[in-house]
């Protein structure tokens, strides 16, 4: 699993100093947590590298992700994140007025991605860890951050340092950004035991 690299911008952008080093430096703790929190966690249950390259469905247990907490799986090659929101993420994604698609109308998701939370339970959202602009990976950041890129009302959300696109804890896509669409709600179930079956639904896709 790999991650587009943030190039450096150039003196000549004309961009605040202040800002340009949040975008870099956020870009290289995006990298080294993404890390630092898949490495020990995938390589627990992945599947063999046959059943990875047929693009195999994989599980996992969501009980262990602790509230407020992200967990990366990984399927078919792409990093898949399960956050496990807690009530004030969940709060945040109410009365937002300046989303491109609240309701994920463009390049259709699953039907149980179609509501404000985009999951099948409220708590639990899972999507793919991938910008959908030119593919690099998002970061975290919470309310209250001093990262000049978000406006100084941030609720909290993901933030694409190579080119600053923002998202809320839904994966859902801010206005006049980069990004074209929200990111990628993969198809899901949870099993009979509880463990969640990220690549399959049942609806029949995969």
């Given amino acids: 699993m790999s991650h587009a690299p943030a190039l450096p911008l150039p003196p000549e952008s004309g961009m605040d100093p202040e800002r340009r080093t949040w975008l870099l430096a956020t870009s290289a ?13 995938v390589s627990s249950f992945a599947p063999s ?9 994989v599980t996992m247990d969501p009980s262990v992700v602790e509230p ?3 967990k990366t799986v990984e399927w078919r ?8 929101r807690t009530p004030e993420m969940l709060a945040s994604l109410e009365g937002t ?5 609240p309701a994920s109308e463009k390049e259709q998701q699953p039907d149980y991605a179609t509501n404000t939370h985009r999951s099948i339970k409220p708590e639990v959202f899972v999507t793919v860890g991938i910008c959908t602009h030119l593919g690099c990976s998002p970061v975290t950041l919470p309310q209250g951050t001093a990262n000049p890129s978000v406006p100084a009302d941030w609720k909290g959300g993901f933030f ?10 839904a994966g859902r896509v801010f206005r006049n950004k980069p990004a074209p669409t929200n990111l990628v709600v993969p ?7 509880g463990s969640l079956l990220i690549g399959e639904d049942d609806s029949g896709a995969a």
């Avoid at 694409?160 to 804890?169: A, E, K, M």
Wanted: some cysteine; hydrophobic content about 45%.
């Fill in 77 to 84: 090659g792409q990093p898949v994140w399960v956050l496990r």
């Fill in 49 to 57: 590298e046959r059943a990875k390259a047929q693009g195999a469905a």
């Fill in 97 to 101: 007025s300046d989303l491109a698609d």
């Fill in 160 to 169: 694409c340092p190579c080119h600053g696109s923002t998202f809320d804890f």
């Fill in 68 to 70: 407020g907490e992200l």
């Fill in 29 to 41: 703790m995006g990298v080294a947590a993404t890390a630092a929190v898949a490495v020990p966690f």
């Fill in 187 to 193: 198809p899901h179930k949870y099993l009979a035991d």
